[in-house]
């Protein structure tokens, strides 16, 4: 049997050790060279890349824009998706074409969606936003050229489409529940916002853990947002740590060794996110089947 | 999904029954009164259901209208609440130039070809690699499957530089088969069709060995019929991740002619920002970049949505 599964098998590992295993670990060594993605030549420079980046001012202020761009869009999207799943699990006539219209952001290309808000975030008084904002007497804000907004509204766009994806894994974690566990409920009297807090919130705890690292995963390594709407302008205000790691690389003087450093430590740092995220999870059902 | 929410649903089910519950029976209905029937909504929450969507929907499709809206109005002229939502005539001109200046044709072609190029690698890799992992007992079972979702954990961004080396020293870099490459194996792809295909009864399989099949024609002409619901789900998905990758493309396909959609349409926004950009033009350009993957995502929506829930993707 154990041929068959080999061979199965290869194509699989071929793609995996190849482009994803090797290179992983083909960047643990460059983040310790410095190696220029031009010229052959680099060396060995021990653990200087790292101690760089925790000296970079640059990098320093990513990690805070980066802190800042999750903390704007992943509580919104979480509370908002979670507040649409539970209103849209209900409907019975349209139930399609609501969810259509809801899972569209996701599947949008981002690209194409960033392009569409630097339209509606336009700094002329005639763009969308600001004759918004006029209907309330504020004048016309320049919103990606200034270095206050431009970080919030390249949030709300990446807010914008994590919502979306929010939706989605609540609505099927809530499809996931049985009718009968709420058939129960309504026996004891439980409804409403009691049937909230205590039914659905607590069968739901393990999908929102599972949302939570996963979003701030994904939230973390935002790129084309940015890419597309400042490219991380004005005055590097909305620098995120994988758009700096792609101009420390791949533009300038393409400073891959130090751009590989970069990527390793917020690996590190996810991985504990990750790591983290599985622990709570795991305490999260030993307080409920204690608690039962 | 399932597996994380079925450990908690007994305990979690239970808890309120005995504990919490029973306190809030009255509190729980507080504006409801005595003879309100039981399985009537109230009306105060419908309402507030509602809006809610109401108001979700609205922000979910405003930027879409927008965009509609912009790339049939007239070229280069800011638009505002102010005007006539409507347009008062269409104009096609900015669909025309849109498509002219970015070379439209050859990036969808190049998108699309691209993304069904990586899609066929994907399933040519996972699927006997998800067989094996589910129907097959050998050693080294769970070490070499640990070790595909390991694969799971690495950023994207941490195997771009390595494989971007790796792509020019095969001398593939700013070609179609560089785009394609490094995707060939997805390993979301392996674990999902995986989980799909351990749900096929034993029966089935040792009926097939019974009467004369071998691994290949089980694999054929057994499972892979029997796993078609979650080979068209993954399929959707990594169609949708290809054609809105930009990253790996931003790296490899430096010359124009090998753009895919995402990066022709960030170039054009490039190349008009120094003038006064042409939104209209970029609206348009928007549009027809978006049309592949919403087209698919619409015909695909309902397999989507019941999809998620059955191969585990949810937690």
């Not at chain 1, 302008?233 to 590989?260: C, D, E, H, K």
């Not at chain 2, 998800?130 to 799971?152: D, E, I, N, P, S």
């Not at chain 2, 024609?217 to 959707?236: D, E, Y």
Request: contains cysteine; glycine residues 8%; hydrophobic residues 55%.
């Amino acid at each position: 049997m154990g041929w068959r599964a080999a061979a199965l098998l290869l194509p699989a590992f071929v793609g995996i050790v190849v482009f994803v295993i090797g290179p992983a670990l083909v960047s643990v060594f460059v983040a310790g060279t410095d190696k220029a993605l031009t010229g052959p030549r680099f060396h060995w420079v021990g653990t200087a890349n790292a101690r760089a980046a925790f000296d970079d001012p640059d990098l320093g202020d990513a990690v805070v824009h980066t802190l800042v761009y999750c903390l704007l869009t992943v509580i919104p999207a979480v509370v908002l998706g979670l507040a649409l799943a539970l209103a849209a699990e209900r409907v019975t006539r349209g139930r399609s074409l609501v969810r259509l219209a809801l899972f569209l952001p996701v599947s949008a290309n981002i690209v194409a969606m960033a392009v569409v808000f630097a339209y509606i975030f336009d700094s002329s008084p005639d763009g969308l936003a600001n004759t918004v904002v006029g209907l309330v007497g504020i004048a016309p804000v320049d919103w990606l050229g200034d270095t206050s907004t431009a970080l919030p509204v390249v949030a709300l766009v990446g807010g914008w489409r994590l919502t979306s994806l929010v939706f989605i894994v609540y609505l099927a974690g809530l499809t996931a529940i049985p009718r009968s566990v709420y058939e129960a409920a309504d026996v004891d009297g439980i409804r409403g916002l009691a049937r909230l807090r205590h039914i659905t919130l607590p069968l739901l705890a393990p999908t929102s853990v599972f949302l939570g690292v996963f979003v701030t995963i994904l939230t973390v390594q935002t790129f084309e947002t940015v890419a597309v709407l400042t490219k991380g302008g004005p005055l590097n205000s909305s620098t995120t740590i994988i758009y700096y790691m792609y101009q420390v690389g791949f533009t300038g003087s393409f400073r891959i060794g130090y751009a590989s450093m970069i990527a390793l430590l917020l690996l590190a740092a996810t991985v504990a996110l990750g790591a983290g995220g599985a622990v709570l999870g795991r305490r999260l059902r030993r307080i409920r089947a204690a608690a039962a | 999904m399932s597996a994380g929410t079925d450990a908690a649903r007994p305990d979690a089910a239970r808890a309120p029954r005995g504990g919490a519950g029973t306190r809030r029976r009255h509190a729980a209905r507080p504006e409801r009164g005595p003879g309100a029937g039981r399985r009537r909504l109230p009306a105060p929450g419908t309402l507030a259901r509602w809006a809610l969507l109401a108001v979700g929907i609205a922000a979910a499709l405003l930027p879409f209208v927008w965009m509609l809206r912009t790339a049939l109005g007239p070229p280069q002229t800011a638009l505002s609440l102010n005007s006539n939502p409507l347009p008062s005539e269409v104009h096609l001109d900015s669909f025309r130039r849109a498509w002219q200046d970015a070379d439209l044709g050859s990036a969808l072609v190049t998108g699309v070809g691209v993304s069904l190029a990586i899609l066929a690698l994907q399933l040519a890799t996972a699927i006997p690699a998800a067989y094996a992992f589910a129907c097959l007992r050998f050693r080294g079972r769970a070490a070499a499957f640990g070790m595909v979702l390991a694969t799971l954990l690495v950023p994207s961004q941490i195997t771009a530089v390595p494989n971007y080396v790796t792509i020019s020293a095969l001398g593939l870099a700013d070609t179609r088969i560089g785009l394609v490459l490094p995707f060939m194996t997805q390993a979301g792809m392996i674990f999902m069709l995986r989980q799909y295909m351990t749900t096929i009864p034993a029966s089935v399989l040792d009926a097939a060995r019974i009467d004369g099949l071998g691994t290949w024609r089980t694999l054929r002409s057994i499972v892979v019929p029997l796993a078609a619901p979650a080979i068209a789900t993954v399929s959707v998905f990594s169609f949708l991740l290809s054609y809105n990758e930009y990253l790996w493309p931003l790296l490899v396909a430096r010359s124009p002619g090998i753009a895919t959609p995402p990066l022709a349409l960030a170039r054009l926004l490039t190349d008009s920002s120094s003038i006064i950009p042409d939104f209209a033009e970029l609206a348009a350009a928007a549009l027809v970049i978006s049309l592949p993957s919403l087209a698919v995502f619409v015909i695909a929506q309902r397999r989507l949505a019941t999809g998620i829930a059955g191969t585990g993707a949810g937690a």
